[in-house]
């Protein structure tokens, strides 16, 4: 096998540990319809229009600087947390937009969860607390916590390497591993999509195989949209990709979208071609 080629197991489908007041079941439709978005009173995305389908992996690729992160915490209303930041728009879950009067953003994290570029679990908290540490924040409950830790930390790849250890801190762990353990907190909540920051980009080769490996087997559960900068990655593990650019001084916007397969190998644009060629970015 060579570097770039990674043998992908397919898991087969498992009913879900049950929680009561969690999201409603299974994976859910993306979809954004001209996005605007401003930092004060700059521009910063113009015009956005993408389906990222339910059980689907969707990476948005792009040089430096053109959005993709931005418009990536516009689909789960973390844009907003920023206090010069605002949008125009719509980004509709299963039909339904996310900004709607009366949408509470923290019920759209819940079921929008979100892993971040650099590891991020409670360094003191336990793996199996850190696992279950979403659930506690949301008031999502679970009859059978064990249960449920073990199904999240199995999703996320993790289980075999620490069942024998869940009661150790997580910031003990490698860190690909707490890169794991933060999708496996993630996935606890049992969101309808995962986004994904770059979420291998503080992690080794080997670490990042891992998380290709954890994304292709749990992106036929669960709707994945992750920003990578790696293009041999974004080949791996999507299966469309959007390709945004920023003219200078212009606001990002997205050039091209469709299969990866197309995307990569036979591209409408020629900025499309040069980019995923390694021309520019
Ligand atoms: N909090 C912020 N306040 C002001 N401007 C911001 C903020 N965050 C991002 N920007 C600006 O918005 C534009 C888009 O940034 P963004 O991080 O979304 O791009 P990106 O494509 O994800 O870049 P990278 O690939 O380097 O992570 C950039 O010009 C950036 O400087």
């Given amino acids: 096998m060579t570097d770039t080629e990674v043998s992908y197991v397919d898991s087969p489908a498992r009913p ?46 792009g040089p430096s600087g053109c959005g993709k992160s931005t418009f990536l915490r516009i689909l789960n209303r973390m844009h907003e947390l920023v206090p010069s930041a605002s ?10 937009d996310i900004y709607a009067d009366g949408t509470r953003p923290q019920q759209v994290r819940l079921r929008i969860g979100m892993v971040f570029q650099k590891p991020n679990p409670f360094p003191a908290m336990s793996i199996r607390d850190n696992v279950l540490a979403g659930l506690k924040l949301a008031g999502v409950k679970c009859g059978d916590k064990d249960a449920l830790v073990e199904q999240s930390l199995e999703r996320a790849g993790l289980w075999r390497e620490v069942r024998d250890r869940l009661s150790s801190p997580g910031g003990a762990l490698s860190g690909g591993q707490q890169q794991r353990l933060c999708i496996a907190r993630s996935l606890a909540v049992q969101p309808n999509v995962l986004l994904m920051d770059e ?3 503080a992690l080794d080769p080997t670490s990042t195989r891992r998380i290709e490996q954890t994304i292709a087997e749990i992106g036929h559960e669960v709707t994945i949209v992750i920003v990578t900068h790696n293009m041999q990655q ?21 050039i091209e979208h469709g299969p990866t397969d197309t995307i990569f190998n036979a591209p409408s644009d020629e900025r499309t071609h040069d980019y995923v060629n390694g021309r520019f970015g």
């Fill in 16 to 61: 879900l540990v049950e929680l009561t007041g969690g999201p409603p079941p299974g994976a859910a439709e993306l979809e954004s319809r001209e996005i605007g978005a401003w930092f004060g009173d700059r521009l910063v995305l113009e015009g956005v229009s993408l389906r990222m389908p339910a059980k689907e992996v969707t990476a948005l690729i």
């Fill in 87 to 96: 949008l125009t728009g719509e980004v509709l879950l299963d039909g339904k």
């Fill in 199 to 201: 979420p291998c980009s």
């Fill in 234 to 254: 974004a080949q791996r593990v999507s299966d469309h990709c959007a390709f945004f650019l920023a003219a200078e001084n212009e606001p990002g916007r997205v």
